[in-house]
């Protein structure tokens, strides 16, 4: 039986699509922390209120900068409810500014021997390139959220393994991961 595998990557990177091939060749479920972090952000005190505020007057940037410490929070709590699953992150939930929020993210996923950071390409400005096109959605990203999530090392300390995409189909992809699976 193959343990969790944890997808972590920057926003557009691929890592729901993934997941769900993943899973659904594997035969277990997938967890997708985009749909689950809210619940565990209000089990701490969560403000939607500030949040928006937030977004409203800092743009993104600063909405992300709030999420931070509910981000590791959900990592912890998804990581302790969810066994033997595919689980894809959020963007934000593998890149921490704060060693101690680090630390603790990196600590739960220490023992995980399949987290995978997926990538567009090996080349960082061409990475950004594809994935900007791919996130024209995100209109006040000042400073640009994927250039941060790329150039940031928490990805690279957190990961076990890389793959790239570019190029590559879904199933492709997908298929390079069960490779690394043994």
Not at 1 to 15: N, R
Not at 75 to 81: D, G, Y
Not at 85 to 106: K, N, P
Request: hydrophobic share 35%; with cysteine; proline share 6%.
């Amino acid at each position: 039986m193959v343990s969790d595998i944890i997808l972590i990557g920057p926003m557009g990177a691929g890592k729901s699509t993934i997941g769900e091939l993943l899973a659904n060749q594997l035969g277990i479920p997938q967890c997708s922390m985009d749909e689950l972090r809210l619940g565990y952000y209000r089990e701490i005190g969560y403000d939607e209120k500030l949040a928006k505020q937030k977004r409203e007057t800092g743009g993104l940037w600063s909405l992300c900068q709030y999420w931070k410490p509910f981000e590791a929070y959900a990592v912890e709590r998804l990581l302790s409810e969810y066994k033997n699953c595919v689980i894809d992150f959020g963007a934000g939930h593998s890149v921490y500014e704060d060693t101690s929020l680090f630390q603790r993210v990196e600590k739960v996923l220490e023992p995980l021997p399949y987290v995978i950071l997926l990538l567009p390409s090996p080349d960082l400005q061409e990475s950004l390139q594809i994935l900007n096109d791919r996130n024209e959605y995100i209109p006040d990203g000042h400073p640009n959220i994927n250039e941060h999530f790329l150039s940031h090392p928490s990805n690279y300390l957190l990961a076990k393994f890389t793959v790239y995409t570019k190029g590559k189909t879904p199933q492709e992809t997908c298929n390079e991961i069960l490779n690394l699976l043994g």
